[in-house]
Nanobody, 123 residues
Framework: QVQLVESGGGLVQAGGSLRLSCAASGRTFSSYAMGWFRQAPGKEREFVAAIPGSGGNTYYADSVKGRFTISRDNARNMVALQMNSLKPEDTAVYYC????????????????WGKGTLVTVSS
């Protein structure tokens, strides 16, 4: 069982930056690939970024590539999402998710979820 708690959301102007953090419980954090997903009002939850358990190659949705960076610290059981050059269309609830083993790019592939943190980008 893995428990995930996100933090760092808030209100920011377009062009600004935010850093989201996700704290994970459990002793085998490095066994889990981690991902960030987001859900805007009236839209389906979508993939944002992913990182394997080892912290190697990272993957991003085209819409955030070059602006967002996912990272993890296995010693602290933490995963982060640095978001730069934010746009109004980035407004959403952002969720941290974990998948035992390999990477997951679909919400249906993930095993555990946090409750989310709201990011609002004003124009």
């Amino acid at each position: 069982q893995v428990q995930l708690v996100e933090s760092g959301g808030g209100l920011v102007q377009a062009g600004g930056s935010l850093r989201l953090s996700c704290a994970a419980s459990g002793r085998t954090f490095s066994s889990y690939a981690m991902g960030w997903f987001r859900q805007a009002p009236g839209k389906e939850r979508e993939f944002v970024a992913a990182i394997p358990g080892s912290g190697g190659n990272t993957y991003y949705a085209d819409s955030v590539k070059g602006r967002f960076t996912i990272s993890r610290d296995n010693a602290r059981n933490m995963v982060a999402l640095q978001m730069n050059s934010l746009k109004p269309e980035d407004t959403a609830v952002y969720y941290c998710a974990a998948r035992l083993g390999g990477m997951g790019y679909s919400p249906y592939a993930m095993d555990y979820w946090g409750k989310g943190t709201l990011v609002t980008v004003s124009s």
